[in-house]
């Protein structure tokens, strides 16, 4: 038998055969495995922004309620097994290794993706062992998306529209949004956050399939529910939460008050959600007196949530970021000059990093005060140097990125929350 560190570089090597969008791929792999998709209820979530933490918000609540629950999200951060958890506790290595052995012949013969395979992965996993309830994040868009076999989930979610992945979802709000849409079911109800101008697009999307749609912002936060507060830093995680009551004040089952509660107050410790404005710290940080905040913010709409908030704070942080090649960058970095006081460019060990060097020249183009800071580590000892009592260095970009900073932060012997 191959060992899990093995059959997780061949997993790996699947990327190397790019992104595929479509089901007839997925469909195949969950017929081998006697469709292990229609073993468990499930509530299904898609959007440009927000989505992990709307879905862990959920799995929460969830767990808090005594319910068995899976919760499926990507990208990771440092453990391939950070995608699949029931209760919390990641997918072994062990189920990991024994999965891949035992569909590996017939994910070589549909040359099936990187993605399809995880998906694949998760549902099995939740099947065998008899969650309650799985909560299952899109990766990419929602229609072809491979998470897309839901057949029947309690709920669908679209979280936020913006403008990311052009090149696989359309040029404008209105084709991602019916993209995203596209995860509609006939009957099931659809919880939809976004503005006006693009809820025709999904209210022709649920016309279609005879979805029953709300929209958050016409929801009525219930009295009872009133005083509930998110969590997790930023205004816009008031969004997310509206959208997660939103849903559960449509379930036919929802949970109870008191786990509602208990779950919105402990997201972070009970599903291991990390990088959403989350503060670390270490000694030398405390002697420092320095703040530290990762986010993984990695298109427009997530930079201009990060602004909101450091504005609100009128609070100028030292900004370390590395973004990936396929990015607008003007944009982004347009938005980081409003609330930054200073910019480190670094990057990911990955061939679809946007190299330091060329991110910081367009830094500098736009009027940053900038410093090329080489990989993730390298940036925040830069950041570090600079930092003076009470300031704040906030790590932000790619999940590539925040995860080789954690890999680094704890070879240092800190400790990262869980």
Same mark, same amino acid.
């Given at each position: 038998m191959s060992t899990y560190s093995e059959r997780l570089q061949a997993l790996f090597q699947l990327e190397f055969f790019g992104m595929k969008l479509g089901l007839e791929n997925i469909r195949a792999l969950l017929e081998y495995l006697e469709r292990p998709e229609r073993k468990f209820p499930s509530i299904h979530i898609a959007g440009t922004n927000g989505k992990g933490s709307v879905a862990a918000t959920l799995a929460a609540i969830y767990q808090a309620d005594g319910k068995r629950t899976g919760l499926y999200t990507s990208p990771h951060l440092v453990d391939f097994r950070e995608r699949i958890r029931i209760d919390g506790t990641m997918i072994s290595e062990k189920d990991v290794a024994e999965f891949l052995e035992r569909i590996w012949t017939k994910v070589e013969e549909l040359r099936a993706t990187f993605f399809e395979v995880t998906t694949a992965m998760a549902f099995d996993h939740f099947a065998r062992h008899h969650v309650d309830i799985a909560i299952i994040e899109t990766g990419l868009g929602g229609r072809l998306d491979a998470t897309?076999?839901?057949? *029947?989930?309690?709920?669908?979610?679209?979280?936020?529209? &913006? %403008?990311? +992945?052009?090149?696989?979802? /359309?040029?404008?709000? !209105?084709s991602i949004a019916s993209e995203k849409g596209g995860i509609f079911k006939s009957g099931v109800p659809a919880v939809v956050n976004c503005e006006e101008p693009l809820r025709k697009v999904f209210v022709s999307a649920a016309e279609r399939v005879s979805a029953p749609l709300y929209f958050v912002q016409e929801w009525k936060v219930l009295n009872e529910?009133?005083?509930? =507060?998110?969590?997790?830093? &930023?205004? +816009?995680? *008031?969004?997310?939460l509206k959208t997660v009551l939103a849903t559960l004040s449509i379930l036919q089952d929802p949970p109870? @008050?008191?786990a509602i509660r208990t779950g919105v107050s402990k997201v972070a410790s009970l599903v291991g959600l990390h990088a959403r404005l989350e503060e670390l710290s270490n000694e030398e940080l405390r002697e420092q007196k320095v703040k530290l905040l990762i986010d993984v913010a990695h298109n427009e709409p997530a930079f201009e949530r990060l602004k909101e908030y450091f504005l609100k704070l009128e609070h100028r942080p030292i900004v370390v970021v590395g973004l990936m090649k396929?990015?607008?960058?003007?944009?982004? @970095? /347009?938005?980081?000059? =409003? %609330?930054?006081? =200073?910019?480190?460019?670094?990057?990911? =060990?990955?061939?679809?990093?946007?190299?330091?060097?060329?991110? +910081?020249? *367009?830094? !500098?183009?736009? &009027?940053? *005060?900038?410093?090329d800071g080489g990989n993730a580590a390298e940036g925040f000892a830069k950041a570090q140097q600079?930092?003076?009592?009470?300031?704040?260095? @906030?790590?932000?970009g790619s999940h590539y990125v925040i995860g080789e900073f954690l890999q680094n932060f704890q070879q240092m012997g800190s400790v990262i929350p869980h």
């Open positions: 897309n076999v839901l057949e *029947r989930p309690l709920a669908t979610v679209i979280t936020s529209i &913006g %403008f990311d +992945h052009m090149a696989q979802l /359309g040029p404008t709000l !209105e529910w009133e005083d509930i =507060q998110p969590s997790l830093n &930023g205004e +816009h995680q *008031r969004e997310n109870s @008050l008191n396929d990015k607008d960058i003007a944009p982004i @970095l /347009g938005c980081i000059s =409003q %609330f930054a006081s =200073q910019f480190i460019a670094v990057q990911a =060990q990955t061939s679809r990093a946007l190299l330091s060097t060329e991110l +910081h020249k *367009r830094a !500098e183009e736009m &009027g940053l *005060r900038s410093l600079l930092a003076k009592p009470g300031d704040t260095i @906030l790590i932000t």
